[in-house]
């Protein structure tokens, strides 16, 4: 089994994102959170192989960190770090792998000198013991593993925000659910792990769409033979069909942009299709 620093340092092939929330799970939170990441990881070039989402569970989150620690490079958690009983992401990942939170006292600076007074507390002091304080210090008590650098395991990707981004076992990124920090914090930690990019310099993965108006029936046996001859080569041929819409879209992707260039114009002639950009621009024409 690897070390924490070990999983800190090596490659980054693959990833998984963990949403933890009774609302979502309720429908009363629509998560984005998961669809922002995609897109982040997609960008870099690294594969993101699973998105769960679980309840504000100790038992659930225990299992569901170590499981996914131990099978992916990059881990990043969204939701349940706030000041409230039901916030236990921070406590139940110290659990999982047997370190005491601690008050980090960078953060805890952070928060008093970026905080703004709320309306509502008209009184709050920071030197003044009272529940208020013990419930934001509950957002600065972090998973610390005395053993290992701190640098690493706590991260301050933005310089106007105090929220810290705790890395725990090396490779599970705690994140908060509000969507505005989770995306900052997640651009953020971009030039932390640039280096540890199957590509360093982050190109990414590139996609080609494919407009074509032959139905799905038409086109799955020349698909079928395409997606076999082209795997070996790190490309995955897509079909998705668009219910209610003339046309229906079929996808390359992969990372070797002049072999997806080679490939295309065959795909194009056997789908009787177009290269699009996006399929609002295919819809749009259509409504033209």
């Known amino acids: 089994m690897a070390t924490a620093d070990e999983r800190n340092a090596r490659t980054i092939h693959t990833a998984a994102c963990l949403i933890i929330g009774d609302e979502v799970l309720g429908g009363k939170t629509k998560d984005t959170n998961s669809n922002y990441m995609a897109q982040w990881c997609f960008n870099l070039g690294i594969n993101l192989k699973r998105i769960e989402v679980i309840e504000d569970d100790e038992s659930e989150i225990i299992e569901a960190v170590r499981r996914m620690s131990e099978r992916y490079d990059f ?62 210090l509950r957002m600065v008590e972090l998973p610390i593993d005395a053993s290992r650098d701190q640098s690493k395991q706590v991260l301050f990707p933005c310089k106007e925000l105090w929220v810290p981004v705790s890395v725990v076992n090396g490779n599970v990124h705690i994140l908060p659910g509000v969507p505005r920090l989770f995306a900052a914090l997640l651009d953020g930690i971009k030039p932390y792990i640039v280096d540890r990019l199957v590509d360093p310099e982050g190109k990414g993965t590139v996609r080609v769409m494919i407009s074509t108006p032959l139905p799905e029936s038409e086109v799955a046996e020349y698909l079928t033979e395409l997606a076999e001859r082209v795997g070996p080569k790190g490309v995955k041929v897509g079909s998705y069909p668009r219910w209610g819409k003339k046309n229906n879209t079929v996808t390359l992707v992969g990372k070797d942009q002049a072999f997806l260039d080679s490939i295309t114009p065959e795909v194009v002639h056997y789908v009787k299709g177009r290269v699009i950009k996006s399929e609002d621009e295919e819809d749009n024409q259509a409504a033209e």
Do not use: C
């Open 75 to 136: 881990v990043v958690t969204s939701g349940g770090i706030g000041p409230t009983h039901d916030d236990i992401t921070y406590s139940s990942i110290a659990k999982a792998f047997g370190v005491p939170l601690v008050l980090h006292d960078e953060a805890y600076a952070l928060m008093k000198k970026l905080s703004k007074p709320h309306p509502g507390q008209p009184n709050f002091s920071w030197d003044v013991d009272s529940p208020a304080r013990r419930a934001r």
